[in-house]
């Protein structure tokens, strides 16, 4: 059974599509105290549908029928309003600004639950469940290159690559390729950081190497998509 404590957020308006992505974030705040007292107040006009504290504690802030307002301006496969399609998941951590560090296993063993529980309820396909940072890549760097999302994706959730083993030597095969995934390549090397955090943790710069192009690849392959 999931611990959850509701504490209404106020920001929040309707929605005017159906849900169909799970998006998620670190809070960059000191505690979960904090965090939760900042998506609950009014003058912060910021909010998510759900809060995990390190302890793996629910609280629910925004019903999931209405529209939070986690998400900013986004991008994704061609969406440019993911609030309006999306869940907003907040996972207390300092993030970069006051010491970032690895995500409790009891908050993830959560968030993992609340995933199984959400993609049922509202049928979301469970490669729909990104990073802030994959839907807003020159904004964001949330929930970071500690977030573990091959644990995710051995449970089933989020995007993760085949071996790719292949290589594609096409002329513009990377920005291609990232935009086909669904990424926004306005700015390819913030595109490229983006892709790495999540992909490619142990190599955060904006250079795409040779295996950043396979990874790539890997994710056409399990996408089962051709550019």
């Not at 900013?72 to 993911?82: A, I, K, N, P």
């Not at 993830?108 to 990073?131: S, V």
């Not at 091959?150 to 690559?161: D, K, V, Y």
Request: net charge negative; proline share 6%.
């Amino acid at each position: 059974m999931l611990k959850i404590k509701k504490v209404p957020s106020p920001h929040f308006n309707d929605r005017t599509g159906l849900i169909d992505s799970i998006i998620l974030h670190y809070t960059d705040m000191p505690s979960a105290d904090e965090a939760l007292a900042w998506l609950t107040s009014p003058k912060s006009s910021v909010s998510a549908h759900y809060l995990i504290d390190e302890k793996g504690f629910i609280y629910h802030l925004v019903d999931d029928e209405k529209r939070a307002w986690h998400a900013g301006t986004s991008f994704w496969q061609g969406c440019t309003d993911l609030n309006n399609r999306s869940l907003g998941i907040e996972l207390a951590n300092p993030g970069h600004s006051y010491g970032y560090q690895p995500f409790p296993e009891a908050q993830i063993d959560t968030l993992l639950r609340i995933c199984e529980q959400q993609c049922t309820r509202w049928n979301i396909p469970k490669t729909r469940i990104l990073g802030h940072s994959d839907i807003a890549p020159c904004r964001k760097q949330d929930p970071g290159h500690l977030f573990p999302w091959s644990t995710l994706a051995r449970e089933g959730f989020g995007l993760w690559p085949t071996s790719g083993l292949s290589l594609s030597k096409e002329e513009g095969f990377i920005e291609k390729g990232l935009d086909t995934i669904g990424y926004e390549t306005v700015s390819l090397p913030h595109t490229v950081r983006a892709f790495k955090r999540h992909f490619q943790p142990h190599q955060l710069d904006d250079r795409a190497d040779e295996e950043t192009c396979r990874l790539i690849q890997g994710l056409l392959d399990s996408l089962k998509v051709l550019i």
